[in-house]
């Protein structure tokens, strides 16, 4: 690996890295404000947290096809156009968001009532869940903005955002949750609308310095040409698809674990919550390797772009090894942060060593799959992902939680073979290399 590629890798993944740290640092703040109001209002926001996930994932999947496209374009020179796909992707945003949000937010209290029988855990997650799917155009188009920094190497513009989003959040949620400074007293619907508050707040942000920094890329000077809004939705749609079925996937997990207990419910997501602060930066380092891949093949370079996913791995390794071993070595003192009963804890401690120590080989099938997506293979990821998931994992935890009652440590179990079996895949297509051939 030469100096200059690892300054590359370091240069994008960094401050992804830094954003989404932030981002789950946030989760966990999240969860500490919100478990203060007890384990319904945990088990809530917990529960409603995918359902809104569910509800944003497809126009999170264009985030993908916006930087795939925009990344071909800097690596073939196409400076004065760079900013057309996000143009498609922020039209999309509104087109899309604006009905995904009224439509969620008229099911929200169905949604509960289906997935969850408890009407305790109802009363507290509609609410905060209505707030939060308010802010859906918002999330489409702070992604949108993603893939064009990332694509163009300029991923400080979304950590400093991100970062300053978060704190807004905290700031907001905390205030609104408890009734500070006059506001009124909301408690985890407060929780909600300040999240969205501060999400918009990051749109307007990333408007303004768009305005300023990316006008001669192209920025909302022209509706996208159909050509590109056409291939727009060729990536797009599929990378929306594979995300749509990825979250309502965990939605029917924490749905399977709320009939094994409530008790249950809370430890998983905890579980997920620490699982992500520690493993999504690996999605930063996909990043890194997604422009890189997709520059290189602008230049008209397979070689390089093949190189860059596995030098991507080389450098993420380390923190995958590091942020791995105290979840292996010192689970219950992790757990019990966010969990005071100690039964509750003893039901996560092996489930928590499981992600520990699978976390290398994740990561890795994590950044690959990124770097397949930023060279167009969003078609076989969504296959893929679509097919371990939907077709494996999730009957396997059917029969292993609610039909024989074997716990959350079973569930676990088959989580870890599920994601280990993925990213045995997704390495051996990238080590075929038939994704070089792929026009976009």
Wanted: include cysteine; proline fraction near 5%; charged fraction near 10%.
């Amino acid at each position: 690996m030469t100096p200059e590629r690892r300054r590359d890798i370091l240069r994008i993944s960094l401050p992804i890295l830094g954003g989404m740290t932030s981002q789950n640092l946030l989760n966990l703040v999240d969860a500490w404000m919100v478990g203060g109001l007890g384990a319904n209002a945990l088990a809530a926001t917990g529960l409603a947290n995918f359902l809104n996930f569910m509800a944003v994932a497809g126009l999170a999947g264009f985030a993908s096809a916006v930087q795939a496209l925009t990344a071909r374009r800097a690596g073939a020179g196409q400076v004065a156009t760079l900013a057309e796909p996000l143009n498609g992707g922020l039209l999309l945003s509104l087109l899309m968001g604006i009905p995904l949000a009224l439509l969620g937010m008229m099911l929200a209290p169905w949604l509960f009532a289906v997935l969850n029988p408890d009407p305790a855990v109802a009363a507290e997650g509609v609410p905060y869940l209505q707030w939060r799917l308010a802010a859906v155009m918002a999330v489409g188009m702070n992604f949108a903005f993603r893939g064009y920094w990332s694509a163009i190497k300029q991923t400080r513009v979304y950590m400093f955002t991100l970062v300053g989003m978060h704190l807004l959040n905290v700031v907001f949620s905390y205030c609104l949750i408890h009734g500070l400074f006059g506001l009124p007293r909301m408690g985890t619907a407060g929780a909600g609308l300040g999240t969205s508050l501060a999400l918009y707040c990051g749109t307007a942000y990333y408007l303004f310095h768009a305005w300023r920094h990316a006008r001669p890329h192209g920025f909302l000077a022209a509706r996208p040409p159909r050509i590109g809004f056409v291939s727009l939705l060729r990536l797009g749609v599929p990378s929306a698809i594979q995300q749509l079925l990825f979250s309502g996937g965990f939605t029917a997990l924490f749905w399977m674990i709320g009939l094994v207990g409530t008790t249950e419910l809370a430890v998983a997501n905890v579980l997920i919550t620490i699982t992500l602060t520690l493993v999504l930066p690996s999605v930063g380092f996909g990043i890194a390797a997604a422009t890189l891949s997709g520059q290189a093949l602008g230049r008209g370079d397979p070689d390089d772009a093949y190189r860059a996913g596995w030098d991507t791995f080389r450098i993420a390794v380390w923190p995958f090894i590091l942020v791995g071993l105290p979840m292996v070595l010192v689970p219950a003192r992790l757990l019990g942060v966010f969990l005071d009963d100690p039964a509750a804890i003893a039901i996560g401690v092996l489930p928590l060593q499981l992600i520990g120590a699978t976390m290398a080989f994740d990561g890795l099938g994590i950044i690959l799959m990124q770097a397949l997506l930023g060279v167009g293979a969003s078609r076989l990821v969504m296959a893929v992902s679509t097919v371990f998931q939907w077709g494996l994992f999730l009957p396997l935890v059917w029969l292993l939680g609610p039909v024989c009652g074997l716990g959350l440590t079973a569930i676990w179990i088959a989580m870890g073979a599920y994601r280990l079996l993925q990213a045995g895949v997704f390495i051996w297509v990238w080590q075929r290399r038939r994704w070089t051939a792929i026009q976009l």
